[in-house]
DNA sequence: GTCTATAAATCGATAGAC
DNA sequence: GTCTATCGATTTATAGAC
């Protein structure tokens, strides 16, 4: 005979210890929340969140790495690295706000950093380097005359990561599923088209 | 005779201790900003800073007010009031950057502020009406034939909102007098016109 | 209007029992 | 893996002298 199935104790892993804690960031504001705030939220005491995470910054860091995994997954697409520029921008662009609207918190999250911290710092760089290879895109497409130079290449690509990126700001996990198409529309088509 | 001139004494009116929270809060993050961080960077102590504010919420209160009497000042220019819809709508985006440069630091604080004090969901409330009040007017153009609708006018009314608040994340005070001009365009004619 | 001094609460983090 | 208990530093804010 085994021997009898032990109980389930409802322990916590890490992932969703994780996933609390997100959620009491984006709510609180990362400063705002004490280690007390993140384990009353998940029901156990500050001394047993410890056991599973070094402290407040190395949750952070899990979660914006989460965030950057997932951005920069977008630009080893097929579809990211051939075609002509524009298609590529396009690609990224869709590939972007499905990470955003599946991996909400965490980008969301990712989107507040301001660089006070070491943690932060590597994060913005990051950030950057995804922004950067965007901008390199924008600026060959003008070259090759795919589009035209209405504004800046420059100051086009920092307007297209504005528009992109401030979808976090409403977006609601899960619903509309068109939400990559249209923000791609808006972006590669106007959002105002003139009549 | 008149009596000698008195030698003014360095003393902090409200107005220039404002500016230095101002920017301690943006450049820190107001919560992770304390009283004492404040108070070191005006070169006074505390309790100095006490005299002239109530507390923290009194420095952030102030900093929002002036960012939104910024910003409905727009609303109230002739031209957010005459003309098409579209028209009116161009006006503001142009006029809104521009007070976005003008009062840089104000609005940035009010562009980070996500509603977790009273004072937080006040600033959040007008600035909900601020946002309402374009995209009526989206919607009036889209009404009116003199847009099409690519995407649907609540999308497009946020999307251009995301696009033009995200100036706030590199612009510099004074630099680039085109740029409402620029940006503008960009809203207008889009982003990225095809060639 | 500025200061020193301090109250009262909370912070991130650790020790050590079970 | 969870707990109780606590440390030492820091927080917002106040009392009261000058």
Redesign the interface.
């Given at each position: 005979m085994n021997s009898p199935a032990r109980v389930r104790r409802p322990s916590h892993g890490p992932g969703s210890l994780l996933e609390v804690a997100v959620g009491e960031f984006i709510?609180?504001?990362y400063?705002?929340t004490s280690m007390e705030d993140l384990s009353r939220a998940a029901g156990i005491t500050k001394s047993s969140f410890y056991h599973h995470f070094a402290g407040k910054e190395a949750l952070l860091r899990a979660a914006l790495e989460r965030a950057l995994d997932g951005l920069f997954a977008v630009l080893d697409t097929p579809g990211a690295r051939t075609g002509s520029p524009?298609a590529r921008?396009r690609h990224i662009v869709h590939g972007q706000v499905e990470v955003l609207v599946r991996e909400l918190p965490y980008v969301t999250l990712l989107l507040?950093v301001?660089g006070?911290t070491e943690t932060e710092r590597w994060a913005l760089e990051r950030r950057r380097t995804f922004d950067a290879h965007v901008a390199g895109l924008?600026r060959e497409?003008v070259e090759a005359?795919?589009?035209?130079a209405?504004?800046?290449p420059a100051?086009?690509a920092?307007?297209?990561?504005?528009?992109v990126?401030?979808?976090v700001?409403?977006a609601r996990p899960g619903r509309s599923a068109s939400l990559p198409d249209?923000?791609a529309?808006?972006?590669?088509?106007?959002?105002?088209?003139?009549?």
């Open positions: 709510t609180r504001g400063d705002a524009v921008l507040r301001r006070n924008v497409a005359g795919e589009i035209r209405g504004v800046d100051l086009a920092r307007l297209l990561s504005g528009l990126n401030s979808v700001e409403w249209d923000v529309r808006a972006a590669f088509e106007g959002i105002l088209p003139a009549s």
